[in-house]
């Protein structure tokens, strides 16, 4: 098992880690959290030994291999399928020493030990990782090279993982998957043979993949078990406690000090006073953890235009003569909640260009309101910030005409206080810089919102901020994120970009996820003979879902009617039909006739909801 055994550590002076201690026994699955800046990826270089400890030590069991991704494979000529085999090392030997061995006994005792490592699936092993982390039969014989560094990052971590270390630690691998990956490293997981240890932000990994938490906070190590909800659980629970016990205390100390006031001039009551001083002395003070400030983000409203805010009609999109996604007849209007889904290469990044202008359509028609603003985040885009430049300079180069206290109040309403809108961004932590980014990118108050993961570096504290803020927000949001608990708090539309497609995915994302995760397995050879079974009656999730489907189409067609009734009136005023007002009658009567058909497609939507919500209660 893992021990840490009373460690502390310092950083420049600063103390990061005072006393902490934890077990993990051997075998078992542990997720690592805290908030930013606490230390846990300093902690992995503690148990990894490539810092020095100030006290106390970190046991690890004698031949264990410690495994991890500390840094991209290089960008070498290397194909992917050979990096990932070359990193179980005892294989590569024994493979390199079977080549040039003469002695018999000595290639006999190699068989050996190569068949005991089960080395020959290991390239099997191999692909079957580098398929689960997105890779196709093709690019495993690509180079290195041919590869970015975040597809590295994903070969770095097919690496680990093939090599099977007794400890795996791994620090956000999410960060770096997509939705399908992030959902096959988290099965994997639960499978691994060995033990685990992984820092991540992920609520859904950490409740599906560990059956344990080891919680960093206030410089010492508590350990729960259970998975992150079972934790949370706890942690408030305790805190209840201790909430209560504190206040206990209070009132007791303010009877013996009230005491020890009245009667400690009296002769004949001093002995008594003297008493309940050692006993106010004795008492330890019951400490109650802080509460955090609370994680927030606030974005700007826009107005309320006319549906849809953004239209398709025949849409095929691509780069130069390539065309990626065809025949596309989309509808976008400003209540939307949209996740793409889809597997890497797809085309989900196409789509997200072209409906925030980055990108021309090669054919067909899109029509977007005049007024429509776009606000676009993407990883890169955090990558591309001006490191030498404060958070305050950007905003003032984005708005000087704003006084620098309203742009100091926008930096607050997105968690960066005083300190960090003078610090220069290559100083701030990751999370921080996600954060300047997301301000920018909704700081022209967006209609339609479109976010390429976002929670990568956020804390869960600050994810849960993000769905609260996007749940309040008055514009569309499309959102590509690994983070099932973002996406299945946020979006109530699901779209699937397959195959040079993009169709609605009318199940939701727990179908989704067991689709991806059955894809490899076999088929149940009973229903192939028997043929397709009864379908069953949806589950009571399921049935919500559409419950709450049928209230939005609803809802959406009260909101038309609405603007329909507004519209009706203004056109009822006599004076809009004199013949100096002739062009604004003819704005007018177009902007009626876009709501009346808007009004009929949100009634169809509507009677479909209804009807497939009546179908499945009948089942």
């Excluded at 927000?473 to 539309?493: E, F, K, Q």
Aim: charged letters at 30%; one cysteine or more.
């Amino acid at each position: 098992m893992l021990r840490i055994n009373d460690i502390s550590y310092s950083v420049e002076g600063r103390l990061l880690i005072d006393h902490a201690t934890a077990v993990i026994p051997t075998g078992h699955k542990v997720g690592l959290v805290g908030r930013n800046g606490t230390g846990k990826t300093t902690l992995f270089k503690l148990i990894r030994g490539e810092l020095h400890l100030d006290t106390g030590d970190v046991a690890i069991p004698r031949g264990w291999k410690i495994g991890g991704v500390s840094q991209e494979v290089p960008g070498n000529e290397v194909n992917l399928l050979d990096t990932v085999l070359a990193a179980d090392t005892e294989r590569a030997a024994l493979m390199a020493e079977a080549q040039e061995a003469a002695d018999a006994h000595r290639i006999a005792e190699i068989q050996t030990r190569l068949a005991d490592i089960d080395a020959w699936s290991a390239e099997a092993r191999a692909s079957t990782i580098l398929k689960g982390l997105g890779f196709t039969d093709e690019e495993m014989r690509m180079p290195c090279s041919a590869f970015s560094g975040g597809w590295r990052m994903r070969v770095a971590l097919a690496a680990v993982l093939f090599s099977q270390p007794d400890l795996l630690l791994l620090d956000e691998p999410t960060n770096y998957l997509d939705l399908e990956g992030a959902l096959w490293l988290e099965a994997y997981l639960v499978r691994y043979p060995h033990t685990v240890v992984i820092v991540s932000h992920d609520r859904e990994l950490l409740n599906r993949s560990v059956g344990g938490i080891l919680h960093l906070e206030d410089k010492k190590l508590t350990y729960y078990t259970g998975n992150y909800d079972n934790f949370a659980r706890q942690r408030a629970e305790k805190r209840a406690l201790m909430v209560n016990a504190a206040k206990k205390q209070d009132a007791r100390r303010a009877h013996l000090q009230s005491f020890v006031d009245r009667f400690k001039a009296k002769a004949s009551k001093a002995k008594q006073a003297q008493s309940r001083v050692k006993m106010l002395e004795k008492m330890e003070t019951i400490r109650v953890p802080e509460d955090a400030a609370r994680t927030v983000f606030t974005f700007p409203e826009p107005e309320e235009l006319s549906p849809p805010i953004i239209a398709t009609e025949g849409v095929a999109v691509g780069y130069g003569n390539h065309i990626v996604l065809h025949d596309l007849n989309l509808r976008i209007d400003q209540d939307d909640r949209i996740a793409l889904l889809g597997r890497n290469g797809e085309g989900k990044s196409t789509l997200a260009k072209l409906l925030s202008g980055r990108l021309d359509a090669a054919r067909g028609n899109l029509v977007a309101s005049s007024k429509l603003r776009i606000g676009f985040f993407a990883q890169h885009q955090v990558d591309e910030l001006r490191v030498e430049e404060t958070p305050l300079q950007h905003l003032l180069r984005e708005r000087p005409e704003e006084g620098q206290a309203k742009l100091r109040a926008r930096l607050a309403g997105f968690g960066l206080m005083a300190a960090q809108a003078e610090t220069e961004v290559g100083r701030l932590s990751g999370g921080q810089k996600a954060r300047l980014s997301l301000l920018l990118a909704t700081l022209p108050a967006p209609h339609l919102l479109i976010l390429d993961e976002p929670t990568n570096h956020l804390d869960i504290e600050s994810r849960e901020a993000l769905v609260e803020a996007l749940t309040a927000y008055t514009g569309a949001v499309i959102l590509v994120s690994h983070d099932m608990h973002l996406l299945s708090m946020v979006a109530d539309r699901l779209w699937l970009v397959k195959g040079g497609r993009v169709k609605p995915y009318e199940d939701d994302l727990q179908a989704y996820r067991a689709m991806l995760l059955s894809v490899d397995r076999p088929a149940d050879k009973s229903t192939e003979k028997s043929g397709a079974p009864k379908p069953a009656r949806p589950a009571r999730e399921v049935l919500l879902a559409m419950r709450a489907e049928a209230r939005k189409c609803e809802e959406r067609v009260d909101k038309i009617n609405d603007m329909r009734d507004r519209l009706a009136k203004k056109l009822a005023d006599p004076a809009l039909y004199e013949e100096a007002r002739r062009g604004e009658l003819e704005t007018w009567n177009r902007k009626y006739a876009e709501v009346m058909e808007a009004l009929e497609r949100a009634e169809a939507m509507w009677m479909a909801a209804l009807d497939k919500l009546e179908k499945a209660e009948a089942a």
